[in-house]
């Protein structure tokens, strides 16, 4: 029973403080004029609530471990040329796409431990985040990390049809363990990760990704027994 209370009493992160204020004043303004209207304003303060929900992950160890930035499903895997922003070069990069709808948990996770060497914000489109084009087109804001073994990652935050605000914490200079908190995009996005093209993704199209639990890349190439960290 204890269990199932903490589950559904998650923390909720500071971004969504004042929408809940806002969707319950609302609410209670409606009820004014009809009851039911009024309980459609419940109904969206709650879900407002469970948008900015931020439960704790348990994060896989390992230094050459990439983990999901975000929740959502992995619709994308695909062999592309890292976009400008990242300044990772021309060489092509494997890119793992993890698509955000409304009812996913928003709040990003750093994908792999190390210094993040380079953020770029680009002001863009809001196309449909599921499309391919988005990451050329969408506002977006880019961060290069580098691990201690000198290993180069891109994460990109993109917006989507519905998003209209990336939160994106992280400065260069910044040091990070892999899967700490370091952004937020708000209502329906996604996030595109790269890693060097000689390395496999180890999930694949439509699987369910968990921001800092689902692993994404092993760049040590080996199979391991991994312990676990809650963050």
Not at 62 to 82: E, F, H, M, Q
Request: charged fraction near 25%; hydrophobic fraction near 45%.
């Amino acid at each position: 029973m204890l269990d199932s209370i903490k589950s559904v009493l998650v923390p909720i992160h500071r971004e969504g403080h004042k929408f809940i204020a806002i969707f319950a004043v609302v609410a209670l303004f409606l009820f004014m004029f009809s009851n039911f209207l009024g309980w459609i304003g419940v109904i969206l303060t709650v879900w407002c609530t469970y948008f900015f929900r931020d439960p704790e992950r348990v994060v896989p160890s390992g230094d050459n471990l990439v983990v999901s930035p975000a929740d959502g499903v992995v619709n994308l895997i695909k062999i592309v040329t890292p976009p400008k922003e990242l300044d990772l070069g021309d060489e092509e990069m494997l890119r793992v796409t993890v698509f955000m709808n409304v009812f996913n948990v928003h709040v990003n996770r750093m994908p792999m431990g190390g210094q993040v060497t380079h953020t770029t914000y680009v002001p863009g489109k809001f196309l449909n985040a599921d499309l391919d084009k988005a990451s050329e087109q969408n506002e977006r804001q880019a961060l290069k990390i580098e691990n201690e073994n000198g290993l180069k990652i891109g994460v990109v935050q993109i917006a989507g049809l519905v998003a209209r605000r990336i939160l994106c914490e992280a400065r260069e200079g910044d040091v990070y363990e892999k899967g700490h908190r370091f952004g937020l995009i708000r209502f329906g996005s996604r996030l595109d990760i790269y890693v060097p093209k000689q390395y496999k993704a180890k999930v694949a199209l439509g699987q369910l990704a968990i921001a800092g639990e689902t692993i994404l890349f092993d760049l040590d190439g080996e199979q391991k027994t991994l312990d676990s960290q809650l963050i």
